[in-house]
T-cell receptor, first 112, second 117 residues
């Protein structure tokens, strides 16, 4: 059974801190790993990772994938209160449709 | 620029009642999905439609049915609602054809908060 585990489940930090969110997976025939940010409503897409060791970056957010050790990390530097959200990791197995297997999510709270 | 539109946004049902959640996308996507989100459990796939005319069960299909009405629309039906179906439901869509180097991520609707009492 395909499985995605995120850690920590909850994290509270002060504005300006750097955070690292973790995602490990067990998936038969891996295709890609995706990170989403969920504030009040719909998850919004952050990154898609398919290759090991290649960092994807968008502003203060960056992510990298290790296909040998089966994990990914999402880094957020110089955090702001607007970064407070649930961060979801999902893995796409190599199947016909792009079904996603989600982790439980990490609830990140940034205090001013 | 609507993206994925779900209706209704909120619903309260009594046990045993039926209802249909509607979803439409305007991105010409091939694949559509229904997920439910419960506290501490992430999103779990209920049903999906890889392309128009096909539907398949996901991880938690019991108690639900779906219809891919056309390429744009994918509905989720609860025939006899149960309190265990209290959840937030998300519809999503994606291109459905994977291509190396292409971002083929799923786009989500705003969710339907369903309470079954």
């Amino acid at each position: 059974e395909d499985k995605v585990v995120q850690s920590p489940l909850s994290l509270v930090v002060h504005e300006g801190d750097t955070v690292t969110l973790n995602c490990s997976y067990e998936v038969t025939n891996f295709r890609s790993l995706l990170w989403y940010k969920q504030e009040k409503k719909a998850p919004t897409f952050l990154f898609m990772l398919t290759s090991s060791g290649i960092e994807k970056k968008s502003g203060r957010l960056s992510s990298i994938l290790d296909k040998k050790e089966l994990f990914s990390i999402l880094n957020i530097t110089a955090t702001q209160t607007g970064d407070s959200a649930i961060y979801l990791c999902a893995v796409e197995p190599l199947q016909g449709a792009q079904k996603l297997v989600f982790g439980q999510g990490t609830r990140l709270t940034i205090n001013p | 620029n609507a993206g994925v539109t779900q209706t209704p946004k909120f619903q309260v049902l009594k046990t045993g009642q039926s209802m249909t959640l509607q979803c439409a996308q305007d991105m010409n996507h091939n694949s559509m999905y229904w997920y439910r989100q419960d506290p501490g459990m992430g999103l779990r796939l209920i049903y999906y439609s890889a392309s128009e005319g096909t539907t398949d069960k996901g991880e938690v299909p019991n108690g639900y049915n779906v219809s891919r009405l056309n390429k744009r629309e994918f509905s989720l039906r609860l025939e006899s609602a149960a309190p265990s179906q209290t959840s937030v439901y998300f519809c999503a869509s994606s291109v459905g054809v994977w291509s190396r180097g292409m971002n083929t991520e799923a786009f989500f609707g705003q969710g339907t908060r369903l309470t079954v009492v």
